[in-house]
C-alpha cells in the first residue's frame, strides 16, 4: 500500500504563489492533483505520467499552474502561481499503482488507486 503525503499548503494573497509537494512511500506511476473548495465538488487540477514529459490540465488553472515530478524522490509537485480566491479548496494528491498504463495521464478520480489526505490552500481577495 503506498501512501501520500501532501504538504506546502497555507494562506496566500490573491496573485500570490504556492509550491504543493507529494510524497510517495512507494514507487507511483501516472499521478494528478484534485481539489475541492468549500460547497464544491472535488475536480481534476494536473496530471502528469510516469516520464513526466506528458502533463494534462485543467482549463481552469492551465498557464498558471504547472505540475512535476521527482521520481528518484519519489515526489510530484504542483507550481502554483498568480492565484486567485476561486482557487481555494483542499488539494489532494493522487496516483495510479499500475505499470502498464504508466505513460498516460488521467483525469478521472477512479483511475486512481491512491489518494493523499489533502493539504488547505487558501487565497485572500
Known amino acids: 500500500q503506498v501512501q501520500l503525503v501532501e504538504s506546502g499548503g497555507g494562506l496566500v494573497q490573491a496573485g500570490g504563489s504556492l509550491r504543493l509537494s507529494c510524497a510517495a512511500s512507494?514507487?507511483?506511476?501516472?499521478m494528478g492533483w484534485f481539489r475541492q473548495g468549500p460547497g464544491k465538488e472535488r475536480e481534476f487540477v494536473a496530471t502528469i505520467n510516469w516520464t513526466g514529459r506528458s502533463t494534462y490540465y485543467a482549463d481552469s488553472v492551465k498557464g498558471r499552474f504547472t505540475i512535476s515530478r521527482d521520481n528518484a524522490e519519489n515526489t510530484v509537485y504542483l507550481q502554483m502561481n498568480s492565484l486567485k480566491p476561486e482557487d481555494t479548496a483542499v488539494y489532494v494528491c493522487a496516483a495510479t499503482g499500475s505499470w502498464i498504463t504508466r505513460l498516460a495521464v488521467r483525469t478521472a478520480p477512479d483511475d486512481y488507486d491512491y489518494w493523499g489526505q489533502g493539504t488547505q490552500v487558501t487565497v485572500s481577495s
Open positions: 512507494g514507487r507511483t506511476f501516472t
